[in-house]
């Protein structure tokens, strides 16, 4: 979806890597996260500046190969081998159809999933997937379990501007972002976590040591240089007069929004989400939330929007993956032009038709 703005940034993030460089497992053996590249460390902490949507002070950045990698190091690290149980992970309904299958694939000891944390009573510690703004649904979210004993991760993956107001720079125990979402370099396979405990940041460090020793300096190279062409599209968009990253994409993101409530509204089987403005610091006024997925619902006697919709040739995601009901699916708002044009046809055929 970004790849226009990427093309005409030209040459601003080449990267070249002789075959002498970066040629050791190790990067800073001096930092817990001995595999983390310092370039790319500094460019973290200097967009979170930049947008202020995460406090970095105080925290040590474990880089990890995509945010996936660290969803699974994060239940890792916060489980204990002592206990006498899997500790349970929940996430408030509908939640990213991933963590249930993170949580179950390998039958693990050391936690396990226990569903909706909306109706999650159990006693004792627990561990909580907070996704704000969430996949599927787009809302803002805090953690929904009212209990002390919770140890949370909050999964920021969407927490960019271009997709909802920042609010204040967040200020949890641990966090995680990726450059999946914010930059559009999911093929990239980075993503980072702001860990407050120096214990729990050392365990994902191991956690990654063990899966495949470290992360790839070459990736974190190239996300160093992305993340500095962001900052610095922010930084000299009055300078340049150069649009930045984030008014690009939030415009991008607007007219796709704005194209699909017109499709949607133009008849009576589909609703959508509503979302209040809020101010956006980032922007300095209130914006629209305008989230990577669409959660749409077919209303009436639709049961299966899915089957529904893969009988006029759309692909979705049925709401039974995300803990909901079969009257949601969820499709990405994130997918290239081409394809976002051919399913706004295809939805308005189906309005017209039905
Ligand atoms: N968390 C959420 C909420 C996501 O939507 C995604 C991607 N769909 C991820 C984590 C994983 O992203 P990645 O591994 O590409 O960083």
């Known amino acids: ?25 190790l990067s800073d053996t001096s930092n817990i996260c001995w595999f983390l590249e310092a370039e790319f460390a500094k460019e973290v902490v200097r967009l979170h500046k930049v947008v202020g949507n995460a406090v970095t002070e105080g925290r040590h950045i474990v ?84 209990r002390s004993q919770g140890l949370l991760i909050h999964d920021l993956a969407y927490y960019w501007p271009q997709y909802t107001p920042i609010s204040s720079p967040s200020d949890h125990d641990l966090t995680l972002f990726t450059v999946s979402k914010s930059t559009g370099h999911a093929g990239m396979r980075i993503g980072w976590a702001l860990v407050k405990d120096k214990e729990v940041a050392k365990k994902m460090t191991k956690f990654i040591e063990l899966n495949t020793i ?27 007069n150069e649009e930045s990253f984030f008014k690009y994409s939030y415009k991008l993101m607007a007219q796709r929004w704005k194209q699909l409530r017109e499709v949607v509204e133009a008849g009576e089987l589909f609703t959508l ?23 749409l619902k077919c209303e009436g006697d639709i049961e299966d929007c899915e089957s529904f919709l893969r009988g006029h040739k759309v692909l979705t995601r049925s709401g039974k993956h995300f803990g909901a009901s079969p009257k949601y699916v969820r499709i990405s708002m994130l997918d290239t032009d081409e394809t976002f044009i051919q399913l706004i046809d295809r939805l308005l055929a189906i309005q017209e038709r039905e």
């Not at 002592?82 to 039958?107: C, F, L, N």
């Open 63 to 146: 880089v990890g190969t995509g945010s996936s990698q660290l969803i699974l190091a994060a239940l890792y690290a916060l489980s204990s081998p002592d206990a006498h149980e899997p500790i349970s992970v929940v996430s408030a309904a509908p939640y990213y159809s991933s963590y249930p299958s993170m949580a179950d694939y390998q039958k693990s000891g050391l936690y396990k999933w226990a569903g909706d944390a909306e109706s999650f009573d159990k006693e004792g510690p627990y561990i909580e997937l907070v996704t704000s703004p969430n996949n599927p649904d787009g809302f803002r979210r805090r953690s929904m379990v009212n």
């Open 273 to 295: 989400p509503q979302f209040s403005p809020a101010f956006c610091t980032f922007f300095g006024q209130e914006m629209d939330p305008q989230p990577a997925f669409m959660w």
């Open 1 to 25: 979806m970004y790849e226009r703005f990427w093309r005409l940034r030209g040459d601003k993030t080449t990267i070249i890597i002789p075959g002498w460089q970066s040629m050791s497992y």
């Open 214 to 240: 470290g992360v790839s300096k070459d990736s974190q190279l190239r996300a160093a240089k992305v993340l500095k062409a962001v900052s610095d599209s922010c930084e000299q968009e009055n300078s340049k």
